[in-house]
């Protein structure tokens, strides 16, 4: 149940309304922004609410068990605020939005309905839609440590304690031939060795990709220079001559954490516990299954 001010309570009860819907979005980079279904700009709490984003909203759907509630958002590609590219970049993945109902000739007047975030993104040629999650959608992600044979801290992090600022660990590019889309060879990088970068990042500094990131999948030596291949394509073509930092990458393994971070003191994964080759098992006469130490 929403509590209602007296006033929004009184202009609801005149019959003849003058709401309309806004949303705030805080994207993870700290940029709010402010939308609303009205054909003019709202502004309160020191945001402007503008109405060239195209935005409209469908009904808020709310249960009274723990499922995820949601509302979608509708909008036009050609918004300059609400772009594909930054769709594509992920830049408003998992955003935290505020919806509003307002009343839009006095935005005093106004109730918040739901706090959530952005889910699941449908692009198509000409516009998107945005599912706005509600809360419960935290209950569902798993909270604490997973008990696995690998490391599950990400390399860098405070629990892995690596300087990936370490010039041994970091390398400074420049794109030399392009081979695919989200493959190429560069210069600058000839003192790191084999796989050195596979599972690392590539931060582009220059060109069409400037402050992005992007998972390496694959490290290769080809005539001296490196060869790198990206996870997934760049949103924006990769060209000769675009500069990018690359970080070294760890596949999580123990053995990995020590020979090439000397960094076993934090590794953060249980490297006996057995595994399914353990549950597989069975009994022979050359032993495996007599109780002792796997």
Not at 15 to 33: E, N, P, Q, S, Y
Not at 101 to 125: C, E, S
Not at 270 to 291: C, M, S, T, V, W
Request: charged share 25%; net charge negative; hydrophobic share 40%.
């Amino acid at each position: 149940m929403k509590t209602l001010t007296p006033d929004l309570q009184a202009h609801l009860d005149e019959g003849t309304t003058t709401l309309a819907w806004c949303w705030r979005i805080r994207r993870a980079d700290g940029i709010t922004f402010g939308f609303t279904d009205h054909d003019r700009t709202l502004s309160f709490d020191g945001t402007d609410f503008e109405p060239e984003s195209g935005l409209t909203a469908s009904e808020v759907r709310s249960g009274s068990d723990l499922s995820v509630d949601a509302q979608d958002a509708e909008g036009v590609l050609t918004s300059d605020r609400i772009t594909e590219t930054d769709i594509l970049d992920g830049r408003w993945d998992n955003a935290e939005v505020e919806v509003w109902r307002v009343n839009w000739a006095k935005t005093g007047q106004r109730v918040l309905m739901r706090r959530g975030a952005i889910g699941q993104i449908r692009r198509g040629r000409l516009a998107f839609v945005a599912e706005v999650r509600s809360l419960a959608h935290v209950l569902g992600q798993t909270v604490g440590r997973t008990f696995q044979g690998t490391c599950d801290a990400a390399l860098g992090d405070a629990r892995c304690g690596v300087d990936l600022g370490n010039p041994v660990f970091r390398g400074i590019g420049t794109v030399t031939n392009l081979q695919r889309d989200r493959a190429f060879t560069a210069s600058g990088l000839g003192a790191f060795t084999f796989g050195w970068f596979t599972f690392g990042t590539v931060e582009w500094t220059g060109g069409a990709n400037a402050g992005r990131r992007a998972e390496v999948i694959a490290h290769d030596v080809i005539d001296g220079d490196a060869g790198l291949t990206l996870l997934e394509a760049p949103v924006r073509p990769i060209a000769e001559g675009d500069a990018f930092i690359v970080r070294a990458g760890c596949d999580k393994r123990i053995e990995t954490c020590g020979a090439k971070f000397a960094n076993t003191t934090n590794f953060r994964g249980f490297p006996h516990i057995p595994g399914q080759d353990a549950i597989l098992r069975y009994a022979n006469k050359d032993g495996g299954h007599e109780g002792g130490v796997l």
